[in-house]
């Protein structure tokens, strides 16, 4: 009797960036490594992005056939991922980051849990080990600590970290929901959102460690983004 097979599985990763252009590349060389089929949806600002960063771009699109590169519609970062949720073609989808704060030696990992557990989500989660957090400000840690915390008492799944935005969905899990906060909170909204749908997490224990290449982004306004998602979910 033949074993049986798994459902095809291939992989649309969404990597929104500015001008990490050589954080990029690094990146896609160590996820290129993946073996499934898979496209990188590269989201860029129509206003930030540079014209040696686009030079770079088709540089890339030329060695892999396929990178995609689209230019975000909404603003911020939330927009970017709108975008790339609009274009993505395959089953699944990843979301990164461009300047390597997600770790992409773990997405290997993480799509080999994935495949186990097909209608699951798959999040990374810089709380379930010690340590896990490189170069991140004392105040930054403490506020992103707070925040688990509020936010975990409202939802009861087990999840230690809400907020980070490396992740893999099943495709369907994201099909019919709009972001609706395009600053950082979208990451928040983007896990609550399925959850209140009936979609069960994994977590898989992941470092974060400061960019080397773009400006900080991190800010009051980005804790107040996650509130509001907070609030809005819960009403």
């Not at 230019?71 to 699944?92: D, L, P, R």
């Not at 699951?120 to 600590?145: A, E, P, V």
Request: hydrophobic share 40%; with cysteine; glycine share 2%.
């Amino acid at each position: 009797m033949a074993k049986n097979k798994l459902p095809h599985y291939s992989l649309s990763i969404i990597i929104p960036m500015i001008n990490e252009i050589n954080s990029l590349k690094k990146t896609i060389e160590i996820i290129d490594r993946i073996k499934c089929k898979k496209e990188y949806n590269i989201i860029i600002s129509k206003k930030l992005t540079s014209k040696n960063t686009l030079f770079e771009l088709n540089k890339l699109k030329k060695k892999y056939s396929n990178l995609f590169v689209y230019i975000q519609k909404k603003k911020f970062v939330g927009g970017a991922v709108a975008k790339g949720i609009e274009k993505s073609k395959y089953t699944y989808i990843a979301i990164m980051a461009a300047d390597m704060e997600t770790n992409p030696y773990d997405l290997k990992k993480m799509v080999q849990i994935s495949k186990r557990n097909l209608n699951k989500i798959i999040t990374g989660d810089r709380w379930l080990n010690k340590n896990s957090f490189k170069k991140y400000s004392f105040i930054k840690l403490i506020l992103n600590f707070l925040a688990q915390k509020i936010i975990s008492q409202f939802y009861k799944v087990n999840i230690k970290d809400f907020t980070f935005a490396y992740r893999i969905y099943p495709k369907k899990a994201l099909s019919k929901i709009v972001i609706d906060e395009l600053r950082h909170g979208f990451a928040l909204e983007l896990i609550l959102k399925p959850i209140k749908l009936g979609y069960k997490v994994i977590n898989f224990p992941t470092k974060w460690r400061a960019r080397t290449e773009g400006n900080p982004t991190s800010s009051l306004l980005t804790y107040y983004s996650f509130l509001k998602v907070l609030i809005k979910n819960l009403i």
